[in-house]
């Protein structure tokens, strides 16, 4: 277990590896790496086409052991599943590819990660609307008693006004009339 290598180091090795520049329990500690994590494996492939081609060695291009045709049904389907709007037989399928092929697992957990970070995201900016409303509606309410506050004197005053006025009227014509 503590031979074991992490994606960082094994990336770091690729090339040795690949021109067999390695001791040979590094070498198979970076294969046995390589066997069982499909991304890795995806950048060995690359890197080594990607040598073959530099280098010029007559060597077959190696495909990534983990596409087939399996897998490529799995793909197309993916996102149906995902939705699920497959029917029973067909959910079965996709479940037997992502724990047989790991490159399969991973793309599931992918969309399911993707999934998750999208609807934390909605719930986020939800409940940030929902803050923002209230507190709108709460500066809303201020706003209106500001409001009323400030118009009640002016109203009162002129209700004072208009009073005193009547008075004044209703006096003067007293005295001019009786
Ligand atoms: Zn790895």
Known sequence: MQNQLTCEQVEALL???IENKLS????EYVRKHIEKCPSCMDKYIKMRNMLNKIINIECPEIENPYITKQYEDFKSNLSAYIDNEL???????IKKISISNPLARQDLEKIYTFKKLLHNSYEKTKSEFKNDLSKNIIHQLQQ???EQDRIDPFTKLVITFFAMLTCIVAGIIGILYF
């Open 24 to 27: 040979e329990k590094l070498s």
């Open 144 to 146: 209106e008693n500001y």
């Open 87 to 93: 029917d029973d037989l067909e959910n079965i399928k």
């Open 15 to 17: 090339n040795f590896y």
